[in-house]
Every structure is written in C-alpha cells, then in structure tokens.
C-alpha cells in the first residue's frame, strides 16, 4: 500500500492477480476502487487526532473510548472497518506515571483504518526487534527522553487487535478548542514514538 | 473462558515448524492476563490453509526481565488460548 513501493515484487503480484480476478469477471474493477477509495478517506493520522482531541475535552467519551473503542468511536463518524473487515481497536493512554508504545514484532500490523499506512521504520526489523527489548533507548533516538520513573509498556499486536495510543494532553492547552487540540496531534504520537 | 483478567499464564515452549503468532522471544514465559479480546481462528493453523475453530485470545503482560533477563518495562503479546497454560 506504500507509495514507494509500486515497482516491488509484491505490487506486481498483486497488480498480476488483480488483473486475472478483473479478466475473469470475479472482481469489479470500479467497485474494488471505490471501496478503496472510502477506506483511504479516513484511514489517515488526522482520523486518529481526531479521536484523541475528542477524549481531551470529553471525559465520557473518553471512559468509553478506553472500555470499547470499537463502540465509541461511531461517535465521531470513524470505524475500524471503513467497509473492510473490522478490527478490534484497543486504546491505551498515557499518563504522568505511564508511557505506551506500539509495535508489531512479527509482520506490520497496524491501525490502518485510523491511522492509514504505517511508516517505513514501523516496518523495520530494527524498530520491530529493538522497541521490544529496550524500549527507552529507542525513544531517546526517537527523540523522546522518558523520566526513569515512567513505566513502559510495549503493546505488540500479534494477533487479531490493532493499538492506539492517547497520548497525554499537554500542558498549557486548557484554552484550546477540540480542532485546535487535535492539530497537535502526530502520528508517532499515536504509535506512541512521541509524547504528543 | 479458561483465563481471566489477573491471572498467571506460561506461553507454551514449542517452536513449531510453521507460522507461529507467538513470537521467539516469548515463548515459555510466565506472564499476566490484562483482558479477553474475544474468539478467533489460531492462525498458525489458518497460514498451513487447516481448518481451525475460534478460540480465545488474551492480552497477557510479560515484566521484561522475565522475556529478556533485565530491563524495567513491560511488553505485553496477545496470545491464543491454546498457546497458554497455568502459570
């Protein structure tokens, strides 16, 4: 799905059996863009600020977004399917006290639906092996020092849930409103590479 | 359900020859059950194109020093049921 990799061999193979499915008539070539294209709509990082904006100024939302995402996040038009399959989603805040960070040791799995797709270094053997084993070293040279009293936990999606990260509200923003709260929301930050 | 939430759980130690989505470096560990995360197919069966029954799935909490020997944080793997045992 990554842009920079339409000439790899995996594209042409998909490329190869999408044309076989569309020649034998068992694949629609204008509904296959279409659902594409709906999904592509909202699985892009501003889908995954939005969602943490909404918990900064809405304590309920918030309470039922950590009980059941899948559930709460309706509430603001998004969905973990965007007419795919649907995944489970598990939100995991930050703290004063406690840090999250997510990782997929095993493939690449990732909240595409909110979040689109994942980074090159999310997909690396180097990002994949060592956030596991020594997550504070990793954040460091991602550029987020960690007091040595937070907690680390590493989330790594290895079977069928995705994770999101609700990073903490920063200080000093008491007079934002909620898109302004949700443009200082990154990406790494809802990988939980960054603070915010 | 045979886990619930508190739990103490040992990943199984087999190194199958075949997709497993148990990772190396958690397997025969003792661990914590966080939360069910409800059923599905073990995948390490659905990759060798076998039939294979929905079961639970747990997110289970590993301190590092058990997965690793040292460090000071926690990494948390999600885990079949049938990969999984009394701790």
Same mark, same amino acid.
Not at chain 2, 75 to 82: A, F, H, I, K, Y
């Given at each position: 799905?990554?842009?920079?990799?339409?000439?790899?061999?995996?594209?042409?193979?998909?490329?190869?059996?999408?044309?076989?499915?569309?020649?034998?008539?068992?694949?629609?070539?204008?509904?296959?863009?279409?659902?594409?294209?709906?999904?592509?709509?909202?699985?892009?990082?501003?889908?995954?600020?939005?969602?943490?904006?909404?918990?900064?100024?809405?304590?309920?939302?918030?309470?039922?977004?950590?009980?059941?995402?899948?559930?709460?996040?309706?509430?603001?038009?998004?969905?973990?399917?965007?007419?795919?399959?649907?995944?489970?989603?598990?939100?995991?805040?930050?703290?004063?006290?406690?840090?999250?960070?997510?990782?997929?040791?095993?493939?690449?799995?990732?909240?595409?639906?909110?979040?689109?797709?994942?980074?090159?270094?999310?997909?690396?053997?180097?990002?994949?092996?060592?956030?596991?084993?020594?997550?504070?070293?990793?954040?460091?040279?991602?550029?987020?020092?960690?007091?040595?009293?937070?907690?680390?936990?590493?989330?790594?999606?290895?079977?069928?849930?995705?994770?999101?990260?609700?990073?903490?509200?920063?200080?000093?923003?008491?007079?934002?409103?909620?898109?302004?709260?949700?443009?200082?929301?990154?990406?790494?930050?809802?990988?939980?590479?960054?603070?915010? | 359900? *045979?886990? /619930?939430? $508190?739990?103490? &759980?040992?990943?199984?130690?087999?190194? +199958?020859?075949?997709?497993? @989505?148990?990772?190396?470096?958690? *397997?025969? /560990?003792? $661990?914590?059950? &966080?939360?069910?995360?409800?059923?599905? +197919?073990?995948?390490?069966? @659905?990759?060798?194109?076998?039939?294979?029954?929905?079961?639970?799935?747990?997110?289970?909490?590993?301190?590092?020093?058990?997965?690793?020997?040292?460090?000071?944080?926690?990494?948390?793997?999600?885990?079949?049921?049938?990969?999984?045992?009394?701790?």
């Amino acid at each position: 799905m990554s842009d920079d990799h339409d000439d790899s061999a995996i594209a042409r193979q998909v490329r190869g059996v999408e044309a076989l499915l569309e020649a034998r008539g068992l694949v629609d070539p204008v509904e296959l863009d279409r659902a594409l294209q709906a999904f592509l709509a909202r699985a892009c990082p501003a889908s995954g600020a939005r969602v943490v904006a909404r918990a900064w100024v809405d304590d309920g939302f918030r309470t039922r977004l950590l009980a059941d995402a899948n559930a709460a996040l309706p509430e603001l038009g998004l969905s973990m399917g965007g007419g795919l399959q649907e995944q489970r989603l598990q939100v995991v805040a930050n703290t004063a006290d406690a840090h999250n960070v997510v990782v997929c040791t095993l493939c690449s799995c990732y909240p595409i639906a909110l979040l689109g797709p994942s980074p090159t270094w999310y997909k690396s053997e180097a990002y994949r092996s060592r956030v596991v084993r020594d997550p504070r070293a990793v954040l460091r040279e991602l550029g987020l020092e960690l007091d040595d009293a937070v907690d680390i936990t590493v989330w790594d999606a290895s079977a069928e849930t995705r994770y999101l990260v609700l990073p903490a509200r920063p200080a000093g923003t008491d007079g934002l409103d909620e898109p302004a709260l949700a443009e200082l929301v990154t990406r790494d930050g809802l990988i939980g590479v960054a603070a915010c | 359900m *045979r886990f /619930a939430p $508190g739990d103490r &759980v040992r990943t199984s130690r087999v190194d +199958p020859p075949h997709h497993s @989505r148990l990772p190396r470096y958690a *397997r025969g /560990a003792v $661990g914590t059950v &966080v939360e069910p995360q409800g059923r599905h +197919p073990l995948a390490d069966l @659905r990759a060798q194109g076998l039939p294979a029954e929905p079961e639970p799935v747990y997110t289970v909490r590993f301190p590092a020093r058990e997965l690793f020997g040292d460090g000071d944080h926690s990494v948390t793997v999600d885990v079949w049921e049938s990969r999984l045992e009394d701790g």
